[in-house]
T-cell receptor
């Protein structure tokens, strides 16, 4: 399974964009990039996923480099409620198996 | 629609006992996967069931087992509990393992 590398922690000012990077240099052609977040021992919450193209939904944007070896999750206007651990995961499309790394703890500050 | 439901939410056991945790997936979802979360090891994949068959398995000892019923509900069992089994056990469901996984709130197990 491909592994991901994320910075352990990041800070962001409330109202600013939060840009969370992820390296996945060993990603395979059939593996998607998924982002989840976990707020203090709740179940992880799905944010967004993509294969090659950039993706956007109501929560965030996902930017994947052309070589697919890295990606960035963008929260356009971070709020205090976005404080959480963010996990970047790569997985094949047809499995419920997710390999979680240590994630990035995002602290949004007023 | 109703989310993923896990029961019980909290439980306390003693070493050597066994425990069974239950997970009801979102209606229509046939894939159920289980995860263990501890402060030291983080989130680790236990196993995945699809249409009553185990499709993937993580690196856990045989004391950890699971099953899935015809209505897609799943149970996991841990026998001969050890102190290190204290953890948050999370269940996730998805439509045939495709797309996003929806997680429940978890069952927090404490082993004394």
């Amino acid at each position: 399974d491909a592994k991901t590398t994320q910075p352990p922690s990041m800070d962001c000012a409330e109202g600013r964009a939060a840009n969370l990077p992820c390296n996945h240099s060993t990603i395979s052609g059939n593996e998607y990039v998924y982002w989840y977040r976990q707020i203090h021992s709740q179940g992880p919450q799905y944010i967004i996923h993509g294969l090659k193209n950039n993706e956007t939904n109501e929560m965030a944007s996902l930017i994947i480099t052309e070589d697919r070896k890295s990606s960035t999750l963008i929260l356009p206007h971070a709020t205090l409620r976005d404080t959480a651990v963010y996990y970047c995961i790569v997985r094949p499309s047809n499995t419920g198996k997710l390999i979680f790394g240590q994630g990035t703890t995002l602290q949004v500050k007023p | 629609k109703a989310g993923v439901t896990q029961t019980p939410r909290y439980l306390i056991k003693t070493r050597g006992q066994q425990v069974t945790l239950s997970c009801s997936p979102i209606s229509g979802h046939r894939s159920v996967s289980w995860y263990q979360q501890t402060p030291g090891q983080g989130l680790q994949f236990l196993f995945e069931y699809f249409s009553e068959t185990q499709r993937n398995k993580g690196n856990f000892p045989g004391r950890f087992s699971g099953r899935q019923f015809s209505n897609s509900r799943s149970e996991m069992n841990v026998s001969t509990l050890e102190l290190g089994d204290s953890a948050l056990y999370l269940c996730a469901s998805s439509f045939e393992g495709i797309g996003e996984l929806f997680f429940g709130e978890g069952s927090r197990l404490t082993v004394l």
